[in-house]
């Protein structure tokens, strides 16, 4: 044999490094593996179950998501032919606030999880701010609402029998998805690790934004013991390892993020005033605001945006918008007038034909936050079909889009100078040109499109040395796809002010005798 051969096997064992990131999403979870490069090498991907009990209600079973979680990871590690001896590090990303309640003796759930978009806890909010929807919103950058985590795990406390005393007990621990997945991977009831890191603890309405520790008095506010609550760590720091018997035996579980701050990384919008939007079920944008903790005059939430091991944490504004493309998906399912969300496109009409869809299903979110809202198609005449509909649908989240842009440029006084965006909708040409025709500056689409994924991949990689901070993530990011805007201003005025006017039409509409 000659030396070349000797190269090749060296080349194999000594194989390249490779970091895993586990994406826990709302309607399915990932696995992926990403090279140094920033670029996929392998992915294994599963939907589970929405379970609907009554409207307004929406839970996942988090023993089927961990069984899914095992199922993913084994089949990103043989679609790139590696294993755990391949790997630098494993990082976890997560849908926000869903929200466990778990015997952490037994490893048992006491309850299904309680999903962000679930309005249950309509009265507990009532009741917590007594008229001020801004209670804690100094301490915690969140207004009152039914999105976040800590109303959910008083309901639990609430109405699971026995939940409560088991809970103050020291039995029940609580935790978002990062760290039920991050408890399991580490060993669940064999000595698995209680973490979460500033991102997704940002989103209980627990955590106080300035000391980045558990807000006592809000806890004692929502009778939740303070023995429930994970230890808060940064976003790249090693939290533990894979349970021996594992496929991630040993490896450094080294990164946590929210997914919309995991997206955020992946798109390396590191400078104050980067942007970045994520056109997934719901639509989020999240802007950069350095270490400076900027507080919403107009109704965006002051968030954390991430941090790296000791360094200080980086905050962010953000505009949630609960419904952009499960709209699509309504089109799909509801109305069947598409088979596929991709049919979309095709279906769409070149204009509006004067309709405005405002798709408050489960009430507005930024800049609004009202509850009280419902659905509406208003500017409805006979002439309107089918493809008016497509075409209202998409237009809905462009100009959502532009009411959130327009809430930051106020509260941060930054001038947005180009979009950055990620997420299924973005394949949508249609949707992506009148995204930059309504808000008027380029939007651009990165070359890994799985940007979630990949933010978390970095925060683990960063953690253990294998990248070097956020200078490689900069280097690694490449544009793949950009849209200019093209539309005469009084036009793009003239949509935007209607569909203003659409908005108001949905207030109101849920009172009393409506409500659930
Ligand atoms: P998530 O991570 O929130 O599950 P994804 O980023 O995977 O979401 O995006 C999926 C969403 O994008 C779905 O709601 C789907 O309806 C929508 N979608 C996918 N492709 C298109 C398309 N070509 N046009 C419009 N919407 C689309």
């Known amino acids: 044999m000659d030396a070349s051969h000797y190269k090749d096997v060296e080349r194999n064992t000594m194989a390249e490094k490779y970091v895993l990131s586990i994406d826990q999403g709302t309607t399915s979870s990932r696995a992926i593996v990403f090279n140094h490069a920033g670029r996929i090498v392998g992915s294994g991907q599963k939907e589970h179950e929405q379970i609907l009990p009554k409207a307004g209600w929406v839970e996942h079973n988090a023993i089927e998501i961990w069984e899914n979680i095992r199922g993913v990871v084994g089949m990103a590690l043989a679609d790139a032919q590696v294993n755990k001896d391949n790997l630098a590090a494993v990082g976890v990303t997560n849908q926000r606030e869903t929200t466990l309640v778990w015997d952490k003796n037994t490893g048992e759930p006491v309850y299904n999880a309680i999903v962000w978009q679930d309005t249950r806890t309509a009265k507990i909010i009532e009741e917590l701010g007594g008229g001020d929807q801004d209670k804690y919103k100094d301490r915690v950058g969140l207004p009152l609402a039914t999105y976040f985590c800590g109303p959910k795990v008083k309901w639990i406390l609430d109405n699971v029998e026995g939940a409560r005393e088991r809970a103050e007990a020291g039995d029940l621990i609580m935790g978002t998805m990062d760290t039920w997945v991050i408890w399991n991977l580490t060993g669940g009831v064999d000595g698995g690790v209680h973490v979460t890191d500033v991102t997704n603890a940002s989103r209980t309405m627990l955590m106080d934004l300035k000391s980045l520790a558990w807000d006592p008095d809000i806890a004692a506010d929502m009778g939740i013991p303070m023995s429930m609550l994970p230890e808060i760590k940064s976003s790249s720091e090693v939290y533990g390892t894979g349970r021996p018997a ?256 659409a908005v108001t039409r949905t207030f109101d509409w849920v009172d009393d005798d409506t409500a659930e």
């Open 246 to 501: 594992g496929l991630l035996g040993d490896v450094p579980i080294a990164g946590d993020l929210g997914d919309q701050q995991a997206a955020t990384f992946g798109q390396a919008a590191f400078e104050v005033g980067m942007a970045k939007n994520t056109y997934g079920t719901g639509c989020f944008m999240i802007m950069n605001t350095g270490e400076e903790i900027v507080p919403s005059k107009n109704g965006l939430l002051t968030t954390v945006c991430y941090q790296i091991g000791d360094n200080k944490p980086i905050y962010a504004l953000e505009g949630s918008i609960a419904l952009a493309g499960s709209l699509v998906q309504w089109l799909r399912d509801q109305l069947g007038i598409i088979s596929a969300a991709p049919d979309v496109e095709e279906l769409a009409a070149d204009d509006n034909g004067g309709i405005y869809f405002v798709p408050a299903f489960s009430g507005l979110f930024a800049p609004y936050w009202r509850s009280d809202a419902r659905g509406a198609i208003v500017g409805m005449t006979r002439f309107v079909d089918k493809r008016h509909f497509a075409r209202a649908a998409l237009e809905a989240t462009a100009y959502q889009t532009r009411e959130v842009l327009d809430a930051m440029e106020a509260d941060s006084g930054v001038k947005l100078a180009e979009l950055k965006v990620d997420g299924g909708m973005t394949m949508n040409e249609t949707l992506m040109q009148f995204q930059a025709d309504q808000v008027g500056v380029p939007v651009i689409r990165p070359v890994v499109a799985e940007t979630t994924a990949l933010g978390a991949a970095y925060a683990a990689g960063i953690a253990v040395g294998y990248w070097n901070g956020e200078q490689d993530v900069i280097d690694n990011w490449a544009e793949a796809k950009r849209w200019e805007p093209n539309m005469d201003d009084g036009e793009r005025d003239r949509l935007y002010r209607q569909w203003k006017k």
